[in-house]
């Protein structure tokens, strides 16, 4: 396998008492889009800041090409910081010439870069405008500007998707795909495991700063198990327990989340089920990169969501 361009190796760091990354690890290769996915305060940020070169890690070695961080390959990082780094009352235009410049490029090119990046987020008509009157949307799509305008080599954005529209999604999700596609190593910090798993080449599963699974959004998937849902109406309390390869996931009246293992046989399911009546819904699924994550975290899912109706989600 090709040496990564981005190469974040047993990464600890400690704030206090408290343990934010534990010898956390992970890889990106030019042309590859990885996700890092977990909740809130599993280390995302910690790792997104510490592979920037902004923050030091108390253990551990990010390698750029082999080669520990330095200013030279700081420089060839875009950082999309979770947290907005505006000079607000700059016009758009300004702001991002000013820190392409500051990334060494001439003046000429920060302009034409800059050009580029407004009218691919449709932002030319506010051009002019201070970044402090920009909607939030406009300000999270200004900043992954600010983050490309110097063509970077590798792209890091800690929870980039934050603060934007339904198109903003879109957009932006579209432009993490081109830029790894042209050959940039792309990561994110993310906790939506859904969108990471749309978008990925890779995903990177994180809690309480520890790895729980790497892999592509398939190989994570593969041999997983799928989830079968039933409403029998007549069925009585607690008739699904205890089924042969399969776990009760989530409950809403009559309607039932089960997690069955790969070899289970549905019918058999769909059996016990008809003999306690007429069954409304029957149907089986594959798992989602968000279930998967949930039992890899010990089986929450669902019991937590029951009560809202909801089929359950990792966190």
């Not at 008492?17 to 042309?31: C, H, K, P």
């Not at 551990?60 to 700081?74: F, K, M």
């Not at 339904?166 to 795909?177: A, I, N, S």
């Not at 327990?241 to 776990?247: E, I, K, Y």
Request: net charge negative; aromatic share 4%.
């Amino acid at each position: 396998m090709a040496q990564a361009v981005l190469d974040i190796d047993r990464i600890s760091r400690r704030y206090g008492g408290s343990t934010a990354l534990d010898e956390l690890s992970v890889q990106v290769n030019g042309g590859e889009l990885v996700g890092l996915v977990g909740g809130a305060g599993a280390g995302k940020t910690s790792a997104i800041r510490i592979a920037a070169g902004i923050l030091p890690a108390d253990s551990g070695t990010v390698r750029w090409h082999g080669r520990p961080l330095d200013e030279d390959s700081r420089a060839r990082i875009g950082y999309l910081p979770a947290e907005r780094g505006f000079y607000p009352r700059l016009r758009l235009v300004e702001h991002l010439v000013y820190l392409g410049e500051l990334h060494g490029l001439s003046v000429n090119d920060a302009h034409r870069n800059a050009e580029i990046w407004l009218d691919r987020f449709g932002l030319r008509g506010r051009r002019m405008h201070q970044l402090r009157s920009l909607t939030a949307n406009e300000q999270q799509l200004a900043q992954l500007a600010i983050a490309l305008i110097a063509e970077p080599e590798v792209l890091l954005c800690d929870e980039p998707f934050t603060d934007l529209d339904p198109l903003g999604v879109d957009v932006l999700g579209t432009v993490l795909r081109e830029k790894a596609t042209a050959g940039t190593a792309v990561l994110f910090s993310s906790t939506d495991p859904d969108l990471a798993e749309r978008i990925c080449d890779r995903v990177c599963i994180i809690h309480n700063g520890r790895t729980v699974a790497v892999g592509s959004p398939a190989e994570l998937r593969a041999d997983d198990g799928d989830t079968v849902i039933v409403d029998a109406p007549d069925a009585p309390p607690g008739w699904a327990r205890g089924l042969p390869g399969s776990r009760v996931r989530a409950v809403n009246g009559s309607r039932i989340v089960l997690d069955i293992d790969p070899n289970t046989d549905e019918q058999a399911i769909l059996a016990v089920a008809l003999s306690t009546g007429p069954v409304r819904e029957f149907s089986r699924r594959r798992r989602s990169l968000a279930e998967r994550f949930g039992v890899a975290l010990g089986g929450r899912v669902g019991a937590e969501r029951a009560g809202a109706g909801q089929e359950g989600q990792a966190w």
